[in-house]
């Protein structure tokens, strides 16, 4: 059939002869509703995004700030010996997470919040512990427990010599003998350090090797040099 044949078949509907002609103002009035209609959903639209925009936004920063507080707490409790498959999060854990995530920005945003708090609770809890084990201190200071007495013990050896026999044989032979101890109480500060304290939360742990050779060289070279320069003058 031709385009002309089904316009031709078309039944055409003709306006009665009572009823009266469309009122163009009445057409503009139901135009200018609709329009009204569209601009406030897409008003509402475009609210609703930015919100969620704001909430994606938030939920980011919240997510960042608690992971730096969970990850010294870790390292904290891995230290005070709490095992790492104690620190994981279990299936159910997970699997109640993920059915909170369902609900969009917003609940996830609440998440982190209610995880911040919890993180902060978890803060001062440890703090009311006191003190912690110098095995919870920063690697620094805890290894500067090992190198420090090591590092002292043979130039108080020499020092004790040279004041108790003078600037003799004794002085010098201890002065030649405690050359290469820096490097011995170094080694040994190394070994120290990984039978007293735990590793870290990577398994390796942290020597502080720049810290361990200052400190064990800087006493033996002090006390060299004044030695030498006593003997020098004697």
């Keep these: 059939m031709s385009i002309d044949d089904a316009v031709t078949v078309a039944p055409v509907r003709q306006r009665p002869a009572g009823e009266p002609a469309p009122s163009v103002a009445a057409a503009w009035t139901d135009y200018l509703a609709a329009a009204r209609q569209l601009d406030g959903v897409r008003r ?21 700030g608690v992971r730096a507080r969970l990850a010294p ?14 620190l994981a999060p279990t299936p159910p854990e997970l699997t109640e997470a993920a059915r909170a995530m369902v609900g969009g920005p917003a609940a996830v945003l609440a998440g982190l919040r209610r995880a911040q708090s919890w993180a902060e609770g978890a803060d001062a809890a440890l703090a009311a512990r006191g003190a912690p084990h110098p095995a919870a201190w920063p690697p620094r200071w805890r290894n500067l427990l090992v190198y420090g007495p090591l590092a002292l013990v043979v130039p108080v050896v020499q020092l004790v010599l040279f004041l108790t026999a003078g600037a003799g044989p004794v002085s010098v032979v201890a002065l030649l003998v405690g050359l290469p101890m ?43 040099a004044g030695i030498m320069l006593a003997l020098l003058a004697g």
Excluded: K, N, Y
Excluded at 47 to 64: F, G, H, I, P, Y
Excluded at 73 to 86: D, K, M, N, Y
Excluded at 195 to 202: H, I, N, S, V
């Design 44 to 64: 509402g639209a475009a609210t609703a995004a930015a919100a969620q925009s704001r909430a994606v936004e938030a939920a980011r920063a919240e997510l960042t």
């Design 182 to 224: 820096p490097a011995v109480a170094f080694a040994a500060g190394r070994v120290g350090v990984s039978r007293l304290f735990p590793p870290g939360p990577d398994g390796r742990w942290d020597h502080t090797p720049r810290l361990g050779l200052l400190t064990c060289l800087v006493p033996a070279v002090v006390v060299a």
């Design 73 to 86: 707490q870790q390292a904290r409790l891995r230290e005070l010996g709490v095992p790492a498959i104690s």
